[in-house]
C-alpha cells in the first residue's frame, strides 16, 4: 500500500498553486496588519527561493496528494541569530523558514506530519541536529507545543514584539513512510486545490 501523501522539492510551475494556497491560508486567518506582513512576507520568501538549493538540497518542498498540493515548507540551513544563543547558533541545524497547509485540511493536522517528516528528513540527509523555527504567534507556538511536540527553548524581542523559539530534535521516524513518502523526481504539475474531500467532508478552515 503506498503513502497516501508525497513531499518533493517544489518546482516552477508549482508556483500559481503555492501562491493560491499561501493566500487562502492568509486569508482564512484573517490576521491583523503585523501578522499578515509577516505572512506575505514568508509567502515572498518561498517565492524568491522556489527553485533554490543549499549543497543540492532544495530548501522548499511541497506536500502532494495524488496532484493536489496540501501543504509547503521552506526549509534553511541555520538559524537566524534573533534571541538564539551563541552555542545554539553554533549546532547544525534546520530552520523551518514558513510552512503553510491548504485551509481545507485542519483535520489531517498536515502541519504536524509535514513538521515531523523535516525532522526525520534532517535526520536521514543532513549533518543537523535539531529542527528550529521562530514565530510571533502565540496561537502557532501552543500549537507548535501542545499538537506537534516541539520544544519552546525560549522567548526573545523583535521589533517589539515577542518571538517564540521552538526547536525539535532531527530524528529517524522509521514508521512514518508508511503515511509520507519523498521524491526528488519529476512530478505532474500540481492542481491549486482538491475536490472534496473522500471522506464526504466539507472543506474547513483551520488556524494552520
Known sequence: MRPVYVMRPAERRDEPAIVGLVTDRINSLDPGPDDRRDLEDHRSRVQDLLVATEEERPL???LTEDTHLL???LLLPGITACGWSTEQQAEPALAVGAMFTHPATRPERLGR???WWAADYAA???SATWLRAQTPS???MRYARDEVGCEVAGTAQHQGRDVHLLQSRARRINNLHAFIADSGGACEASS???PERR???SPRTSSW
Open 192 to 194: 491549486p486545490s482538491r
Open 60 to 62: 522548499v518542498w511541497v
Open 71 to 73: 501543504g509547503v515548507v
Open 199 to 201: 471522506d464526504g467532508l
Open 138 to 140: 502565540e496561537r502557532l
Open 113 to 115: 506530519l509535514i513538521t
Open 124 to 126: 536521514r540527509h543532513t
